[in-house]
């Protein structure tokens, strides 16, 4: 029976801050008074809230007597002039069409303090991060009006030992991940170095995700925006009727003798084929799907997070583009069908929907928008998952290093994953699964994961 274990950072939550007054930072130097229209992709309800994000970073004797507040707080001023729309406000047309009114009113900041350390986080820490609430400053409103209010909140928490953290808090129908970390990395060059312009000019062309003319038919079915057809959906899903207090959330590592273990149960012809990611995702759906009981012949479903950018079935998308590129595939099978077929049949399901997501199927998910009130994504029964291992977030720095965390800040929703790169405890480098399920399915998954990559060879547990 392979081991499980738990890494649970000193710190607990018990850490108190003294924050400063929030400051409205704006653009340096005048900026066009302008309405930018965001894209169809970007626009819809499903990314209309804020995304949070933190990063740690330990002391440098060679800073000392720099204050990272001011350094940043600078430089965050100088990068608004090249990404001045962020300086914006949100305001909402005809037909729940969202443009930004280019006015330069700024972001919000705010500095704080604490006695607490870096190192008390853990030396590779994992979500939760303990405390994250204190070390973001946000909207008091996270739900799905994000118009008239600012588009970005960072707050810099300075630390006892030196170190300080970077949270910030962003509206995310202005930019998806990798534009996030490109707005980041702008802030990064000028906070080591203010004279320097972007290594990487922004670029707004939200033309080129939107509709052109009358949205078409769509040729998909687009499962990600309609609910399973069993009467009542909502009630037969355990993960939507918990309470948030029953839940538990847990961070999984997957390293190379994991990853092994996995390809060890598939076909020969599908060893070499199989991603990381795929594998890992059909490992996880299949196991989260045992784990929460569902009745067998109940539909189960795993949503994609698949980004365009770079990749040759989808349109050109320009360097420096930091607007949302996303569409959500979705794979389907019974509960039942997940829980006795082999994982190669996870794996079948999770590479031929990630297939399907090509341009076609993106001109076919705008068309569906523009034509349906731009509805929200479907997560009934449905595990939402994203790749963020090559997204650059670990790599931001502002002229301390690299940091020992840059990543999401909160415990990760109920029905999602973000699949982040990271190490355990003997520094081994790998894939981290943030995971939150009821502590009844917790435990049960722990069993059916531990059960998928049973082996002599190692021991799996959770970081």
């Known amino acids: 029976m392979a081991s499980h274990k738990t890494h649970l950072p000193s710190i607990g939550k018990t850490f108190t801050i003294q924050r ?51 350094v940043i707080k600078d430089a965050l ?58 070390l973001l400053y946000g909207p008091e409103d996270y739900g799905h009006d994000v118009t008239n209010k600012p588009l970005l909140y960072i707050q810099v928490t300075r630390f006892k030992c030196g170190g300080f953290s970077f949270g910030l808090q962003i509206c995310h129908v202005i930019a998806d991940a990798p534009g996030v970390v490109q707005f980041l990395a702008t802030v990064a060059e000028l906070a080591r170095d203010s004279t320097c312009s972007p290594s990487v000019k922004p670029v707004w062309d939200r033309h080129l995700l939107s509709v052109s003319s009358s949205p078409k038919k769509s040729l998909f079915s687009h499962l990600e925006y309609h609910e399973p057809d069993t009467p009542n959906a909502i009630t037969y899903d355990i993960m939507l009727k918990t309470p948030s207090e029953e839940m538990i959330n847990r961070s999984f590592f997957f390293g190379p003798k994991h990853l092994l273990a996995l390809r060890k149960r598939l076909p020969l012809h599908m060893r070499a084929k199989a991603t990381n990611f795929e594998l890992i995702t059909a490992a996880v759906w299949k196991s989260r799907t045992i784990a929460l009981e569902y009745s067998p012949d109940l539909e189960i479903r795993v949503l994609f997070v698949v980004n365009a950018r770079g990749k040759r079935r989808f349109r050109e998308i320009p360097e420096g583009y930091y607007g949302n590129a996303l569409v959500f595939p979705v794979a389907c099978a019974t509960s039942g069908k997940l829980k006795d077929a082999p994982l190669t049949y996870a794996l079948e399901l999770v590479r031929q929907t990630k297939e399907m997501a090509t341009d076609e199927f993106l001109q076919s998910t705008m068309d569906h928008l523009v034509t349906n009130d731009r509805p929200h994504f479907v997560d009934t029964r449905t595990y939402l998952v994203s790749d963020i291992t090559r997204a650059g977030l670990d790599a931001v720095d502002f002229g301390w290093g690299g940091g020992v965390y840059g990543g999401p800040a909160t415990a990760v929703p109920a029905a999602a994953s973000f699949f982040m790169k990271g190490r355990n405890e003997r520094g081994e480098e790998g894939v981290v699964v943030p995971l939150c399920l009821p502590e009844f399915a917790m435990k049960r998954f722990v069993v059916e994961i531990e059960g998928l990559m049973k082996d002599p060879d190692f021991d799996f547990y959770a970081c």
């Open 77 to 134: 001023s100088k990068a608004l002039v090249y990404y001045y729309p962020i300086a914006g406000r949100l305001r909402e047309e005809a037909g729940r069409k969202l443009v930004i009114e280019c006015n330069s009113d700024g972001v919000v900041f705010v500095e704080a303090e604490t006695v607490a350390r870096v190192e008390d986080f853990g030396e590779a820490p994992v979500l939760p991060i303990p405390g994250a609430e204190k």
């Open 20 to 70: 400063a007054k929030p400051v409205l930072v704006v653009p340096a130097e005048p900026t066009p008074y302008e309405f930018k229209t965001l894209s169809d992709i970007d626009d819809q309800d499903g990314l209309r809230f804020y995304a949070t994000g933190i990063h740690l970073y330990k002391g440098d004797p060679l800073k000392e007597g720099q204050d990272p507040g001011r």
